[in-house]
């Protein structure tokens, strides 16, 4: 089973009352998203794999370790995940950027895939799935599909807030796959969104509605 992991730093969890908070307008609601993601991949990128590198320092030879080089993809799911990828790629700034475009239908709660455009080599691939909301799990599964149809072996899921449903549902189909969230909330509404939540991830992020 892979595990689950609130990655409850205090500075992610004061910067997530921001973002709570209906009062916060779409330029620091994305600015802070983005400021969480890069404090949550510093965590989540903590077990990439090392190799040893000889280093002449103007003192003496050394053997260290650095990062072995294995190819990172981040796939942010669309639209919300978009405000996570820079966060990251402050931090892993060669990785490449794969797209799975996913809504849900706001009647049955069930996601809509519409869009899925991968680098070509996925499945050779450390994959950093982001997407700030984990509700039902539907569009998270589903994107794990989509990811495991292609190849895809290695893979992780970043999201801000999470529900127990959602965990519950995206490890019982995926039990492969970590998941990290900023913080686990109470339950869902039954409008399928997040209690306390922040609402609307999309629709705070790109100032719609
Ligand atoms: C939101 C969010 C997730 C999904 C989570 O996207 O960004 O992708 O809902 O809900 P689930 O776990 O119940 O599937 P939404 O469908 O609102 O699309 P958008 O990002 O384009 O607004
Ligand atoms: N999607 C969101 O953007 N917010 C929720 O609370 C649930 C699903």
């Known amino acids: 089973m892979g595990q689950f992991k609130v990655l409850d730093h205090p500075l992610i969890q004061h910067k997530l009352n921001y973002i709570r908070d209906k009062n916060t307008g779409t330029k620091e ?59 990251v790629l402050s931090l892993i700034p060669a990785a490449k950027v794969g797209h799975i475009g996913m809504y849900r239908d706001e009647d049955t709660l069930k996601p809509v895939e519409y869009f899925v455009k991968l680098p070509a080599d996925i499945d050779q691939r450390q994959i950093f799935v982001v997407d700030p909301m984990l509700a039902t799990g539907g569009s998270a599964i589903m994107a794990f599909d989509a990811l495991k149809k ?59 509605k």
């Open 150 to 208: 292609r190849g895809a072996k290695n893979f992780k899921f970043m999201c801000l807030v999470a529900a127990p449903e959602g965990v519950k549902a995206l490890q019982d189909k995926h039990p492969d796959v970590d998941i990290y969230a900023a913080a686990l909330d109470e339950k869902l509404n039954e409008d399928g969104y997040i209690i306390p939540g922040l609402g609307d991830a999309g629709d705070r992020l790109f100032g719609t």
């Open 29 to 87: 609601f994305r600015e802070i998203v983005n400021e969480i993601s890069t404090l949550m991949a510093y965590e989540v990128s903590r077990d990439m794999p090392l190799k040893d590198v000889t280093i002449e320092t103007p003192i003496a030879t050394t053997v260290k370790k650095q990062l072995s080089g294995k190819k990172v993809a981040i796939v942010p799911i669309l639209r919300a995940g978009l405000g996570m990828v820079d966060g």
